[in-house]
């Protein structure tokens, strides 16, 4: 599916997606990312089973609001104990299959929010 931009140049934005990847900008992405407004970062994790709450620490310190948890083809909830470290510092965790994140995340970038789409690919 493609997705068209609603928001100011250069903010980061998924411009589509499919069953194994996503555009931002245009550019595919294959693997586990966290995609922020004004960067995109790898997310070395092994997968949904293998989530530990050390992976979660990052958002803690990313400056966002919310975190999109995207978990992959369908929406998956981790234990509660892995995001809430997250919950004690104010930042707020939602699940969606990937997709659902993609689009989420756009909606709430137009908005201006501090968002983070936390994507899981496998």
Known sequence: MKLHQAVAAGTNTFTGYGADYVAVNGARRKRNSIILPDRILDWDVA?????????????????????????????????????AGLAGAGVGVEVMDLQAACRTYNILVAEERQVAAALLFG
């Open 47 to 83: 997968g949904f089973d293998a989530l530990r709450a050390e992976d979660f620490q990052v958002f803690a310190t990313l400056g966002v609001d919310i975190v999109l948890l995207g978990t992959g083809a369908k929406q998956r909830f981790p234990h509660p104990r892995l995001t």
